[in-house]
């Protein structure tokens, strides 16, 4: 069994895993910092929200190719084909109109890949994202998938696929010129429940359906491409089915909750002896990797891997079917093999590559000299190197994001505090560079959204990034509710909005008021999704703490999200999800209300920036112009802003630019700052 944990902290709380490690049995390797870099001119708000310049990179089944997107700034995203022996790069998918989204290598030398357009916002989506596949020579170009509807299909259309054909998110055999895909069999108001399976061939666009059981949501395939296990669903019940190899029949392995609340096993890929790799938190706190038995229906007795503080939603390492390693996310990304060769490459590259996580990716075959190196830090975007086994040679091929000089970035630190009732709570801690001295600053307390997702770890963050710039220090607490740090922190958020999550945020900015980092008259709650429903409530709850609020997207009334018909939140969310996590629209109907920031309005007396997008679905405008009018009655000092083509989130650059230069404007004259300018 392997067991890691990230950094030794202080016995005071402050901040210690910038100096990332863990352990592995008694071994030791570190992640340090950088040392600090002579503070530069603050850059300009483009800098930090451009499209990638180089993304995405992927290594063929024989490491042979290497796959990537290229970019530039109003330029389109496109597909580049790199040959590793003569260094010769061909783009070989361009389009006038899309860009490229994502891909994957069917085989040696054949790709598939969707569409986007990088350039419209959400308003302007007239397609969808379509389906193609080329070869890494750029020949053999042909669309499987149709990028809009046709409502009339006869003998003289083509042979591509209905525009809602996707993807299936394994890569599969890669041996073949097929891959699979799956399309919309069934669906509720507002949601797609039941898919079917289909094996599409990428050069003909021929396909056929796979017999699966009815009723299926999602798929496992093993090494060989064969389709191994299957979960379905009927009503609020999940099944977990695995296919008797002996027999040819689908036998029941596991039923839980469809939202997960008593999830027991979760498959990830299968062993050579017909296993399964399983993710489960069964009789303790956090998940850990176990093996599991379809025969038995058990768990293996020992987890395979193991960490008492963090969740493992781990990325199975695999080539020719064996599992060399596990990508996990503790503080920051890390990879632990089991392979004892690919255990030397990681340290060398460490001892080449002190300053950063290295994550070493290779081939899906064995035989190839080849290593896909991608490396980031908390002030550095991820930068893209391909490694020689053989020969040592390390080479650059792009950068993420070229135009960012880490010299002019802030560290971030990885701390815990306690809340009021003693939870630990995990949280993120960005000091500007910028400024003088790291005491008495001005804070931005930064919420996430979901709430119920992981939301910090140790990286460079564009928006983090651009708030230290101008003089802020900014703290991301994951609070009760968020996910990965175990059962107990999950389920503690449960019908908690507004409560004890509220109070988990307050409590993240007291710490640092008492800790010295913070000036207690300059501090902003912040956030998007629920993140600006934390906002709100942070201003009305604690407007003597919280000095100013930017909430953009958020939720202002609970029972609103019930009553929307016009969100995209599901029928079945509603039944089954959010009476649990939330709470019951009829018996918790006095807490939804009393915990809504609209019922609230009259109490926010500090100055406010809120924005919307007109088509937001998933949190619909009435959320922000029903929260401006309650506010505008009680003379609030609030600032709106529209943003007629977009939805739940900035789909642009020039719309991220445009927000957080408003948002620097306001922040500048809430708290200000005084940080370098551009």
């Given amino acids: 069994m392997l067991s890691f944990a990230f950094g030794p902290r202080a016995a005071i709380g402050k901040a210690t895993a910038a100096a990332v490690a863990f352990v592995i049995c008694t071994g030791l390797a570190l992640v340090q910092r950088p040392a600090a870099a002579q503070s530069m001119a603050s850059p300009p708000a483009a800098d930090f929200f451009q499209d990638d310049a180089f993304s995405g990179a992927q290594l063929a089944p024989s490491g042979k190719l290497l796959a990537f997107r290229i970019g530039a700034a109003g330029a389109r995203t496109r597909l580049a084909v790199l040959d590793l022996a003569t260094e010769k790069v061909q783009v070989v998918a361009s389009f006038?109109?899309?860009?490229?989204?994502?891909?994957?290598?069917?085989?040696?030398?054949?790709?598939?890949?969707?569409?986007?357009?990088?350039?419209?916002?959400?308003?302007?989506?007239?397609?969808?994202?379509?389906?193609?596949?080329?070869?890494a020579d750029g020949k053999g170009f042909r669309q499987l998938a149709e990028r809009q509807p046709s409502f009339v299909r006869d003998g003289m259309a083509g042979r591509e696929l209905p525009w809602n054909t996707f993807l299936l998110n394994q890569r599969g055999s890669q041996d073949s010129d097929s891959v699979l895909v799956v399309q919309p069999e069934e669906y509720s108001i507002k949601s797609t429940d039941y898919y079917k399976l289909l094996k599409l061939n990428t050069v003909t666009g021929a396909s056929e359906e796979i017999d699966t059981p009815p009723n299926a949501f999602e798929w496992l395939l093993d090494a060989k491409g064969q389709l191994r296990a299957v979960q379905t669903l009927k009503g609020n019940v999940a099944t977990l089915r695995g296919l008797n190899a002996s027999t040819g029949q689908w036998e029941t392995l596991a039923e839980f909750d469809r939202f997960g609340f008593d999830r027991s096993v979760q498959l990830l890929g299968s062993t050579a002896d017909g296993k399964f790799y399983a993710v489960s938190n069964q009789g303790r706190d956090t998940a850990a990797l176990f093996t599991f038995d379809p025969a038995t229906r058990t768990l293996s007795d020992q987890p395979i891997m193991v960490s008492a503080e963090y969740d493992l939603a781990p990325h199975l390492m695999m080539q020719n079917g064996q599992l060399l390693g596990v990508r996990l996310t503790a503080d920051a990304q890390l990879t632990q093999w089991l392979d004892e060769g690919m255990k030397g490459q990681q340290a060398a590259l460490d001892k080449r590559l002190p300053n950063t996580v290295n994550l070493l990716t290779p081939a899906p075959r064995e035989g190839s000299p080849w290593l896909l190196v991608q490396v980031y830090s908390d002030v550095q975007p991820e930068r893209t190197y391909v490694f020689n086994t053989q020969t040592q040679k390390l080479t650059l091929l792009g950068s993420q994001q070229p135009q960012i000089k880490p010299a002019q970035m802030s560290n971030m630190d990885v701390l815990r505090f306690k809340a009021r009732d003693g939870l630990e709570i995990p949280a993120y801690l960005t000091l500007p560079k910028s400024a003088a001295s790291k005491t008495m600053l001005p804070l931005i307390v930064y919420v996430h959204g979901g709430p119920w997702v992981r939301g910090g770890q140790w990286q460079w963050q564009a928006d983090v990034q651009f708030l230290a710039s101008r003089g802020y220090a900014v703290l991301q607490p994951d609070f009760r509710g968020s996910t990965g740090y175990g059962a107990k922190h999950f389920r503690a958020g449960f019908k908690q909005w507004g409560l004890s999550m509220q109070d988990d945020l307050a409590d993240a900015a007291r710490w640092t008021i008492a800790e010295g980092y913070a000036d207690p008259q300059r501090?902003?709650?912040?956030?998007?999704?629920?993140?600006?429903?934390?906002t709100l409530m942070g201003l009305a709850k604690d407007g003597d703490l919280f000095k100013c609020g930017v909430q953009w997207v958020g939720v202002s009334d609970i029972l609103l999200m019930y009553d929307a018909h016009w969100s995209d939140l599901s029928d079945a969310w509603k039944r089954y999800?959010?009476?649990?996590?939330i709470g019951d629209r009829e018996k918790d109907a006095a807490q939804l209300q009393a915990t809504s920031p609209i019922h609230l309005a009259a109490r926010i007396k500090n100055p406010l920036l809120m924005a919307h997008g007109r088509v937001d679905n998933r949190v619909p405008i009435e959320h922000g112009r029903r929260m401006l009018d309650a506010l505008k009655a009680h003379n609030a000092p609030v600032e709106w802003m529209e943003y007629p083509k977009d939805g739940h989130g900035w789909g642009l650059p020039a719309t991220q630019v445009d927000w957080w230069t408003r948002v620097e404007g306001f922040l500048a004259r809430a708290i200000p700052a005084a940080a370098a300018k551009p």
């Fill in 96 to 135: 006038d109109d899309a860009d490229v989204r994502q891909f994957r290598w069917v085989n040696d030398v054949r790709l598939v890949f969707d569409l986007q357009d990088h350039q419209l916002a959400q308003v302007g989506q007239r397609f969808a994202p379509g389906l193609y596949a080329v070869n």
């Fill in 577 to 581: 999800g959010m009476p649990v996590m």
């Fill in 523 to 534: 501090i902003c709650i912040m956030g998007a999704s629920y993140g600006g429903y934390a």
